[in-house]
């Protein structure tokens, strides 16, 4: 049985061994050194063990620029995304350099030999590759934390990450090749997954497998995925509990892969089919919308439904991967059975259950999810996983220019939210700024930095079931969109207190606005630095007309319609 060929014609493997590897260990402690992140560290790892093969490298220069206006490597080779290492430019990295790769823990992952470093645009990089700069995407949010140079040389890895979960599952290409080759399949269809399986799931993979006459691959994403997504402990269970009881082991193969996604739509799904022939399959599902972001800052989505499949199966045979469409799907309860939707009998009764129903109306309530839907493994890993909505943390984030009165209803809305049982953290910005952001200055980079911080911190109270409240000026959006992707969409609630420049200035009691007037003060938002109001806030406050007590009542009732807060 042939083997099928990676993509390039051949897998790529930058990891070192025996002599050299000894030899760059010694080196490398004297080596300058860069911390990289945990996107980056993702990219490292395939990079290294061939699932982005032909790239066997962080991209130059000339391969960036093609990629993002072609989708082409500068050798005419397809392939539809950057990958690149952006570095904080003070870091002084210069082409002959050879520098140490690690991780957040000061790890040595791989050396480097510069050969080039290059400076980039996020808003070409992101008008290119995602199709749009609206900061509510949750990557163009975090592009304004990367470094703003490119490096880019030949990378030796002297060792991948280390995982402590679920290591029988933690695959390279080569190993998930060798696999599909000894259960003697031909034909390998490939399911990429970031949310948990149901019934339909099982439905649409297993009838793939058998169309396309050959194995299956559930090949789901336990790197970066989009914020919000069920957390990968919980989805692998689900994966390995279904796999094991419901499908046939001689055709059926799981395997994770350590992706960081960008959540670029039709350009990712494209990407997302090469990665799987560098795993060996020759057939990949793509979705409705594969790899969307949601909905953008006039509430539509960012891509068409259709437009990922359009794509794949535009460039399939120069990629040599069929596309196989994710159809759609209905229950049939007189007949148990699943069936689509083009082929529903007349008059056949049907039951369905979308994604916000299961998250709004099952677990948010405590209900379990019905067996005809899930199955019953399925529904209880979920159910441990995830609380009631009114068990789980939020974070009320107030945003607005300084005297607007952010914390005067923040801390109403404390005292509101003991009344119902409910503690919170209240994260002020003076009291930040005299604490946690000690030392930073108000350059754009340093209230970047001191907002992303502040989220942080209310991502972590919130991930653990806390409320937190939030109240700083947070004057860009990029940035208050970065902290709504670390704190999750569902769960962070951004509140504009819209009040007047000249009302403000008449309430500052600490006379700052006169002081930015007279230039003593420079960089003050609403005099000489701008304050970019929200554009679509979950909350619109105007002081003017409403009290605090009743611009609090209103954030109360809105918690308690989202079911964070019981009535009583």
Request: glycine share 8%.
């Amino acid at each position: 049985m042939p083997l099928i060929r990676p993509y390039g014609g051949y897998l790529v493997n930058l990891l070192v061994t025996g002599d050299e590897r000894r030899a760059l260990l010694e080196e490398a402690a004297h080596l300058p050194s860069i911390q990289i992140s945990s996107r980056a560290l993702c990219d490292l790892e395939l990079l290294a063990t061939g699932a982005f093969s032909p790239l066997n490298r962080f991209m130059g220069r000339a391969d960036y620029q093609r990629v993002l206006h072609d989708m082409r490597l500068a050798d005419g080779t397809l392939f539809p995304l950057p990958i690149t290492l952006p570095v904080d430019g003070k870091a002084l990295v210069r082409a002959g350099d050879r520098i140490a790769l690690r991780d957040a823990r000061n790890e040595l992952l791989a050396v480097m030999d510069v050969e080039e470093t290059f400076g980039w645009d996020a808003d070409e990089e992101a008008h290119l590759a995602l199709g749009t700069t609206d900061p509510r995407h949750p990557l163009v949010s975090e592009m304004i934390s990367w470094g703003d140079t490119c490096v880019s040389g030949a990378v030796r890895v002297l060792r991948l990450p280390r995982y402590h979960d679920f290591v029988d599952l933690r695959r390279t290409p080569a190993e998930v090749r060798s696999i599909l080759y000894e259960m003697g399949a031909e034909r390998v269809v490939a399911f990429q997954t970031r949310n948990p399986l149901h019934r339909v799931h099982e439905e649409l993979t297993r009838r793939a497998a058998a169309e396309v006459q050959g194995a299956l691959l559930i090949h789901p994403v336990v790197g970066l995925t989009r914020p919000g997504d069920v957390d990968h402990y919980s989805r692998v269970r689900i994966y390995r509990t279904l796999v094991e009881r419901y499908y046939d082991p001689q055709r059926t193969l799981l395997s994770l892969l350590p992706l960081a996604m960008r959540m670029a739509g039709p350009r990712e799904a494209l990407w997302h089919a090469i990665i799987r022939r560098n795993y060996g399959a020759t057939h990949f599902i793509v979705g409705r919308d594969h790899a969307g972001p949601g909905l953008n800052s006039r509430g539509k989505p960012f891509y068409g439904p259709y437009d990922a499949q359009e794509l794949v199966a535009r460039h399939a045979a120069e990629i040599g991967v069929a596309m196989v469409p994710f159809r759609e799907y209905v229950y049939l309860p007189d007949a148990d059975a699943y069936v689509e939707e083009t082929a529903i009998p007349p008059g056949a009764r049907t039951l369905s259950i979308s994604g916000t129903q299961v998250r709004d109306e099952y677990l948010a309530r405590g209900t379990m999810l019905p067996a005809w839907f899930t199955r019953p493994e399925t529904a209880s890993i979920l159910a441990q996983s995830y609380p009631p909505r009114h068990r789980q943390g939020f974070c009320v984030w107030f945003t607005g220019l300084s005297g607007a009165g952010k914390s005067t209803i923040a801390e109403v809305l404390v005292t509101l939210l003991l009344e119902r049982g409910r503690q919170s953290t209240l994260l002020d910005g003076d009291v930040v700024r005299t604490h946690l952001s000690k030392g930073l200055g108000f350059s754009r980079e340093d209230r970047d930095t001191n907002i992303l911080r502040i989220g942080f911190v209310a991502s972590e109270i919130a991930r653990h079931g806390g409320a937190v409240i939030c109240a700083a000026i947070s004057p860009y959006r990029a940035a208050r969109n970065a902290c709504r992707k670390l704190v999750g969409e569902d769960r962070f609630f951004e509140v504009f207190v819209d009040t007047p420049l000249e009302v403000c200035e008449q309430r500052d009691t600490k006379g700052m606005y006169a002081r930015a007037r007279r230039g003593e003060i420079t960089g003050f938002t609403g005099i000489d630095d701008p304050y970019e109001p929200p554009e679509m806030p979950d909350v619109h406050l105007t002081t003017t007309t409403t009290t605090p007590e009743e611009c609090a009542w209103r954030i109360v009732s809105l918690l308690q319609e989202r079911g964070f807060l019981n009535d009583r």
